[in-house]
């Protein structure tokens, strides 16, 4: 079987660790990785998603926190405070350094973000094929007003040093109207048995994959079946500030609302309010929802979308692979 998986961070990476403990060694999982968070700092490439994802995967992730590295020191954060460099905002530990280090060697060298990723991936061995979603460099913004005006920030200092505290009046992705897929990812999706959505951010995370030209049409159009699973449990994000940035697309921090969002497959819907013209196709054949939201079961199908409540709270490794199961049974029914 061969399963995509479009993927942020956190929430994603710990999905796609129940989903390897529910495949067999002949199936082959492609994860298509948001690189919209991607930042420069101290003059280097830092990748979170993907690095979370490759760490997550290989054995390596800071499991309390979710992200960064196991057994992590900080030194070299002390001796740049020291300097008094910046910004003091972003953690990057000893063990992160290098990785960054690494991918701004090759990326000098000419080698592509994806090249580099294999390569990365070689010493972590993640079990999945990691591929970012484009090549080219793309930065989710996030328009706000505070006391300084209005003004866009970039998306890792509204999410980490303002911690969301602002509302969020739009949603950029500068440079994703123009990036290029990744080699691969257009030719994995085509090519699927299953498309997972994981339970990721909406809009900062699977959003931004989608909003790079190709990938949503693929996702679309693919004879692979569509399941998504939802991030939003008792009208709550599971983890995160998921709230803030889906009222900065209108859209209400349900998981019933967040279905209709990506909406049903084959169905066209207008974007308007996603910071862009025209009109967008939906994507879903199947979607899950917590036991929690039940009630929103009944909505979601008679918008065409065939949905299941079942515990999505990844507390657990077996909570986890449970989880990916459901999806997958869903993935058959709906293809059957």
Same mark, same amino acid.
């Given at each position: 079987?061969?399963?995509? *998986?479009?993927?942020?961070?956190?929430?994603? *990476?710990?999905?796609?660790?129940?989903?390897?403990?529910?495949?067999?060694?002949?199936?082959?999982?492609?994860?298509?990785?948001?690189?919209?968070?991607?930042? +420069?700092?101290?003059?280097?490439?830092? $990748?979170?998603?993907?690095?979370?994802?490759?760490?997550?995967?290989?054995?390596?992730?800071?499991?309390?926190?979710?992200? =960064?590295?196991?057994? &992590?020191?900080?030194?070299?954060?002390?001796?740049?405070?020291?300097? =008094?460099?910046?910004?003091?905002?972003?953690? %990057?530990?000893?063990?992160?350094? !290098?990785? +960054?280090? @690494?991918?701004?060697?090759?990326?000098? !060298?000419?080698? #592509? %973000?994806?090249?580099?990723?294999?390569?990365? $991936?070689?010493?972590?061995?993640?079990? @999945?094929?990691?591929?970012?979603?484009?090549?080219?460099?793309?930065?989710?913004?996030?328009?706000?007003?505070?006391?300084?005006?209005?003004?866009?920030? +970039?998306?890792?200092?509204?999410?980490?040093?303002? +911690?969301?505290?602002?509302?969020?009046?739009?949603?950029?992705?500068?440079?994703?109207?123009?990036?290029?897929?990744?080699?691969?990812?257009?030719?994995?999706?085509?090519?699927?048995?299953?498309?997972?959505?994981?339970?990721?951010?909406?809009?900062?995370?699977?959003?931004?994959?989608?909003?790079?030209?190709?990938?949503?049409?693929?996702? =679309?159009?693919?004879?692979? #079946?569509?399941? =998504?699973?939802?991030?939003?449990?008792?009208?709550?994000?599971?983890?995160?500030?998921?709230?803030?940035?889906? /009222?900065?697309?209108?859209?209400?921090?349900? *998981?019933?609302?967040?279905?209709?969002?990506?909406?049903?497959?084959?169905? @066209?819907?207008?974007?308007?309010?996603?910071?862009?013209?025209?009109?967008?196709?939906?994507? %879903?054949?199947?979607?899950?929802?917590?036991?929690?939201?039940?009630?929103? @079961?009944?909505?979601?199908?008679?918008?065409?979308? #065939? $949905?299941?409540?079942?515990?999505?709270?990844?507390?657990? #490794?077996?909570?986890?692979?449970?989880?990916?199961? *459901?999806?997958?049974?869903?993935? &058959? /029914?709906?293809?059957?």
């Amino acid at each position: 079987m061969r399963i995509v *998986a479009l993927a942020g961070g956190i929430g994603g *990476a710990r999905f796609l660790r129940g989903l390897k403990d529910v495949t067999g060694p002949g199936d082959e999982i492609t994860v298509i990785g948001n690189t919209g968070d991607d930042i +420069h700092l101290f003059g280097l490439k830092v $990748c979170p998603d993907l690095d979370t994802l490759m760490y997550t995967l290989g054995g390596g992730i800071h499991e309390e926190q979710g992200w =960064g590295r196991a057994d &992590e020191t900080w030194s070299i954060k002390g001796e740049m405070k020291a300097y =008094g460099v910046g910004p003091e905002w972003f953690g %990057l530990g000893d063990k992160d350094f !290098a990785t +960054h280090i @690494v991918r701004t060697q090759m990326l000098a !060298a000419g080698y #592509p %973000l994806s090249a580099v990723t294999e390569a990365l $991936c070689e010493r972590w061995q993640p079990g @999945v094929r990691l591929l970012p979603m484009s090549d080219d460099r793309v930065e989710t913004h996030v328009r706000i007003t505070d006391e300084s005006g209005t003004r866009a920030v +970039h998306f890792q200092e509204y999410w980490v040093r303002l +911690h969301a505290a602002v509302d969020a009046e739009a949603i950029i992705p500068v440079g994703a109207d123009t990036a290029k897929p990744a080699p691969g990812v257009l030719e994995a999706i085509a090519a699927a048995d299953v498309i997972l959505l994981p339970p990721s951010n909406p809009v900062v995370s699977i959003g931004t994959v989608l909003a790079v030209p190709g990938i949503r049409q693929a996702v =679309g159009s693919a004879a692979a #079946p569509v399941v =998504g699973l939802s991030p939003i449990i008792g009208g709550s994000p599971v983890r995160g500030m998921a709230d803030k940035v889906l /009222q900065a697309v209108g859209v209400d921090t349900t *998981a019933e609302a967040v279905a209709l969002h990506y909406g049903r497959k084959g169905a @066209v819907r207008s974007a308007s309010n996603e910071g862009g013209g025209g009109r967008r196709a939906g994507l %879903l054949d199947g979607w899950l929802v917590d036991t929690a939201d039940a009630a929103s @079961v009944a909505a979601v199908e008679a918008a065409g979308i #065939p $949905c299941r409540a079942v515990p999505l709270l990844m507390s657990d #490794p077996e909570a986890t692979a449970a989880m990916a199961r *459901a999806a997958l049974d869903l993935a &058959e /029914q709906v293809r059957a």
